[in-house]
C-alpha cells in the first residue's frame, strides 16, 4: 500500500495527526533509549521468553471468545494483555517490555483482529509510553520488582506503578479517541467505569505474573486458566448487554425495559412506594428524516438518548419503546416531581446544540401509587402524550391512573 493511501491521512484533523505520529516516535525512541543507556542483563532472558511465550499462548487460547467479542462489538474494547505486559514491565529492562508490548498487540492483529494499522500502532505505543512511566514511577522510589521486599511499603508502591500505567494510557488514548471520532463532551469519549475496572483488575493481575516468575513460575498456567475465565466472564456480559439494548440508543430495548419495569413495579406496590411513567415522541420526525436523511435521524435519536440518561437517575428505567418513542420509569417519584422532570427534560432536548436543527419533544406522564398494571401505566402516559401533541406539541402532560 502506498505510504499517501495509509488511513492515518485520513483523521479528522491535522492535530490528530501530528499527536498519533508524536507518540509513535517517542516509543521507539524511548525503546531504543532504554538499550543504549542500560544493558540487557542475563536474568531478563527467562522472564522474556516466558512472557513472550505466554502472550502467544494466551492469544491462541482466547481467539475464540475474541472473535464474538469483535463481533458483537460497535467500538474498539479493552483487551486483557495487560497481565502480560505489566508484568513486563515490572520484571524486565525497559526496551524488553517495550518489545513484549509489541509482540501482544501485533500478534493479536497478525491472527486477525480487524483494526486499521495504524490504531493498532498508535495503542502499543500508548501503552509503552504508560510501561515507561510505571517503570520510572518504580526506579525513582525503590530497587527493581525482582529484589522489593515483600512488604507494605513495596506493594503500594507497585501499586502506585500500576495507577501511573492505567493514567498515562487512559490520557493517551482518550486523546486520540475524543479528537478522532469527534466527540462533544469529553465524557463521551472515555470508557464506562467497568472497563476501567477490568483494565485494573487485569493489571493487578500481571502483578501477579511478575511475583510468580520470580519465586514460582509453574503458577503462571493458573493465571492463563484464570484470565481465560475472566475473558469469557466479559464475553457473557457483553452479549447479555448486547440482547438488551436498542442498537442506535444503547438505551434498553423494548423488551428488556418492559421486563425491568414489571420487575420494579412490583417491588413499588411491596414498599407502597409511588411509581411514574414518562413517555416522549419526537416532534415531527418525519420531517427531520425527510430533510436530513435517517442516517441524521439516527443522530438525533442518540442525542435524545444521552440526554434522558443524563437528566435522569441511575436507578430510573430508560428505554426506547420504537421508533422515535422513548419511556422514563421513575421508581418512588410522585406526579409533582416526575413532572418537573419531564421538564428538564424537554427543556435540555428543546436547547440542546450541535445538531442540524433544533427539535423538540412532547411527554406524557402517568402516576399511581403502588401501582402494579405495566399496561395501565403506559397506557396512561400513551394517552396524555396524545394530549400533549394535540395542544401544541413540546410540552408535558399528566394523568393520574385511576381504579
Not at 512488604?151 to 493514567?167: N, T
Request: proline share 4%; net charge positive.
Amino acid at each position: 500500500m502506498a505510504l499517501t493511501n495509509w488511513a492515518l491521512w485520513r483523521l479528522p484533523h491535522r492535530g490528530l495527526i501530528g499527536f498519533v505520529l508524536l507518540v509513535d516516535v517517542a516509543a521507539i525512541a524511548g525503546s531504543v533509549w532504554t538499550f543504549l543507556r542500560d544493558p540487557v542483563t542475563p536474568g531478563d532472558a527467562v522472564p522474556f521468553a516466558a512472557l513472550l511465550t505466554s502472550v502467544v499462548l494466551y492469544t491462541e487460547l482466547s481467539r475464540p471468545v475474541e472473535r464474538v467479542r469483535e463481533r458483537f462489538a460497535g467500538t474498539p474494547h479493552i483487551s486483557l494483555d495487560s497481565v502480560w505486559t505489566f508484568a513486563a514491565v515490572l520484571l524486565l529492562h525497559p526496551g524488553l517490555a517495550a518489545l513484549v508490548i509489541a509482540v501482544s498487540f501485533f500478534y493479536r492483529w497478525f491472527r486477525g483482529q480487524p483494526n486499521p494499522l495504524f490504531r493498532r500502532t498508535f495503542s502499543m505505543s500508548a501503552t509503552v509510553l504508560s510501561g515507561f512511566a510505571a517503570s520510572a514511577s518504580l526506579t525513582r522510589y525503590a530497587v527493581p520488582f525482582d529484589v522489593l521486599p515483600r512488604d507494605v511499603r513495596s506493594f503500594g508502591l507497585v501499586v502506585a506503578a500500576g495507577g501511573v500505567f492505567l493514567l498515562v494510557n487512559t490520557v493517551l488514548m482518550t486523546v486520540a479517541v475524543y479528537y478522532g471520532t469527534p466527540h462533544d463532551r469529553l465524557r463521551d469519549a472515555v470508557a464506562k467505569p467497568f472497563e476501567y475496572a477490568l483494565e485494573a483488575a487485569t493489571i493487578a493481575l500481571g502483578v501477579v505474573v511478575a511475583w510468580a516468575l520470580r519465586d514460582w513460575p509453574v503458577v503462571l498456567l493458573l493465571i492463563i486458566g484464570i484470565t481465560l475465565v475472566l475473558h469469557r466472564g466479559v464475553l457473557l456480559r457483553q452479549l447479555k448487554r448486547q440482547a438488551c439494548s436498542d442498537a442506535k440508543t444503547g438505551l434498553l430495548n423494548a423488551k428488556a425495559w418492559r421486563d425491568a419495569a414489571s420487575d420494579e413495579l412490583d417491588r413499588a406496590r411491596r414498599a407502597g412506594r409511588h411509581t411514574s411513567l414518562l413517555m416522549l415522541d419526537v416532534d415531527r420526525f418525519k420531517l427531520i428524516n425527510d430533510r436530513h436523511g435517517h442516517l441524521v435521524g439516527d443522530r438525533y435519536l442518540a442525542a435524545i438518548a444521552e440526554t434522558l440518561r443524563t437528566e435522569v437517575r441511575a436507578t430510573d428505567l430508560v428505554g426506547r419503546f420504537g421508533g422515535e418513542e422513548f419511556v422514563v420509569l421513575l421508581p418512588g417519584t410522585p406526579a409533582v416531581h416526575a413532572h418537573a422532570i419531564a421538564e428538564r427534560i424537554r427543556s435540555s432536548i428543546a436547547n440542546r446544540g450541535g445538531l442540524p436543527e433544533h427539535v423538540t419533544v412532547s411527554i406524557g406522564l402517568a402516576d399511581r401509587p403502588g401501582v402494579t398494571d405495566l399496561d395501565a401505566l403506559i397506557a396512561v402516559a400513551d394517552r396524555a402524550l396524545y394530549e400533549a401533541k394535540n395542544t401544541g406539541r413540546n410540552r408535558t402532560s399528566g394523568y393520574q391512573v385511576t381504579g
